[in-house]
């Protein structure tokens, strides 16, 4: 009786490096890494650090579908590299497989035998995707200019001009919509899926707040001209009437900070995804190949790493 084997894996005809935009946690990679992995003959790893995707593909499935995948996930997909041909798995075997017998007189190096790239290589500061880091900076400079008017005047009393509450809702509505626009994008994105994440909170938290206020001043009676608010521990406690508190300062100030702490992130993700692209780039580029010098021995000649062939025989140092 033999014992059933599992089938073997095929060696991929195809690599593509993708850009997926969008990503901000660990469930955002798992995401992508699913849709991917449904496609036939698809085997993905997405890393958040350096915001790609590494497909390798055993059947031929164009850049299109993968684009497409990543997009239903709800980001957005740029293709970086795609490298085709049989030297794909004679590349990754090259110790182990043989010369072909196919077409003999001809070796099949990754430099002769295809690795053909259909986009440019990508750029060590990142994917070629639009610079999200400038986008947050520039959302984080204004909502900062207009929280700080915001929170002075909704805290401080003694800078309540008459109709300081319109002017702190005019201010703060660009806050709670243009700049927080990442943070709603987002949560929508997860909503869409049937899922939650951080952004789902700030959004939903934000938004509430927003809405609260724009309640009290349009219908509640917070809008009075020449109505003071003070800030106390108990909501409504020390106002006249009993007018309903506004919350815009929390909403912008909710949003700023977070803003602060997603470009910080960002920052410091490319910061890691530009080491590793260094380390990659410490990898060797040339070998010390052993021809045959004719006489029955070996000579050692130092050659490009491109030039390395399969079945050639070459010297590992330290």
């Not at 910080?264 to 040339?286: I, N, P, T, V």
């Amino acid at each position: 009786m033999t014992s059933p084997t599992a089938p073997e894996a095929r060696p991929p005809v195809a690599v593509v490096d993708l850009a997926v935009e969008g990503m901000t946690c660990a469930s955002c990679v798992a995401r992508v890494e699913r849709r991917l992995n449904r496609l036939p003959g698809v085997v993905a790893q997405v890393n958040l650090a350096t915001e790609q995707a590494h497909v390798e593909l055993a059947d031929p499935v164009p850049d299109a579908e993968l684009v497409a995948a990543v997009e239903a996930a709800g980001y957005g997909a740029v293709v970086l590299r795609r490298r085709t041909d049989a030297a794909v798995p004679q590349a990754r075997h090259a110790l182990a497989a043989p010369p072909s017998e196919d077409s003999p007189g001809e070796r099949a190096t990754p430099g002769r035998a295809g690795l053909a790239s259909t986009a440019p290589e990508p750029q060590a500061s990142g994917p070629t995707t639009p610079d999200r880091a400038a986008d947050l900076r520039r959302r984080l400079r204004v909502a900062s200019v207009l929280t700080v008017p915001v929170v002075a005047l909704s805290m401080i009393p003694a800078l309540q001009v008459p109709g300081w509450q319109w002017l702190v809702a005019a201010l703060a509505l660009p806050v709670v919509t243009w700049a927080a626009w990442p943070f709603h994008v987002a949560a929508a994105r997860a909503a869409r899926h049937g899922s939650s994440t951080m952004d789902t909170l700030v959004s939903l938290g934000v938004i509430a707040a927003t809405l609260w206020s724009l309640w009290a001043l349009l219908l509640g009676g917070a809008g009075e001209i020449g109505l003071h608010m003070t800030p106390t521990l108990v909501p409504a406690a020390g106002m006249p009437d009993a007018a309903p508190e506004l919350y815009f300062e929390v909403a912008a100030v909710v949003t700023t900070f977070l803003l602060a702490g997603r470009y910080a992130e960002l920052r410091s993700r490319r910061r890691a995804g530009e080491a590793l692209r260094a380390l990659l780039e410490l990898g060797a580029k040339d070998v010390a190949r052993l021809d045959d010098d004719g006489a029955g021995g070996r000579v050692e000649r130092r050659v490009p790493v491109e030039e390395l062939a399969v079945g050639d025989l070459f010297a590992v140092r330290p």
